[in-house]
């Protein structure tokens, strides 16, 4: 199984699973984070249900256990939709039009960056880097890296993925 699941494979809160998942790092020092990425490889996501299950694992507080989870933006609440878009954020994309690019973007899915369309459709997230600077700005769909990104090109870029 990969370190993160794809958009596309989410699994149904299973409690019994999910204590699985958690006894597996119980006795590791840091091992809440570990838990924390074995939830989400997973499910997809850190389902709600396992703060309980995880304060109780590693004798913490559920509010802790939330604190921890809510600091790293890699940890996700819900489960990505069917197709996910990351725009860069770092300094070269931002100085060729990326923060036009996202406001565009928004408007065109109808979500803000770290949203989920209503629909399931479209997961929006920032990224800070992608590594291709020599032709920002930068995106990704559903993993696939575009440069040199504009209006025009992302609207037919989600005009294919949406038929």
């Not at 039009?97 to 997961?123: C, M, P, W, Y």
Request: charged fraction near 20%; charge should be negative.
């Amino acid at each position: 199984m990969s370190q993160d699941k794809t958009h596309l494979e989410k699994a149904e809160w299973d409690e019994k699973e999910a204590l699985q998942v958690i006894a597996r790092f119980t006795d590791l020092k840091g091992g809440l984070m570990e838990a924390l990425h074995g939830l989400q490889e997973a499910f997809g996501y850190i389902p709600p249900e396992s703060y309980d299950l995880l304060a109780a694992a590693f004798n913490l507080s559920k509010a802790e256990v939330y604190g921890v989870k809510s600091f790293y933006h890699d940890f996700r609440s819900a489960p990505r939709g069917h197709h996910v878009v990351q725009i860069c954020q770092a300094e070269s994309c931002q100085a060729l039009g990326s923060r036009a690019l996202t406001s565009h973007v928004q408007n065109k899915l109808g979500i803000k960056l770290g949203e989920t369309s209503h629909d399931g459709h479209f997961t929006l997230e920032a990224v800070y880097c992608l590594g291709n600077c020599a032709v920002s700005p930068n995106i990704t769909l559903d993993g696939k890296l575009h440069g040199r990104m504009t209006e025009t090109h992302f609207d037919s870029l989600v005009k294919a993925v949406a038929l």
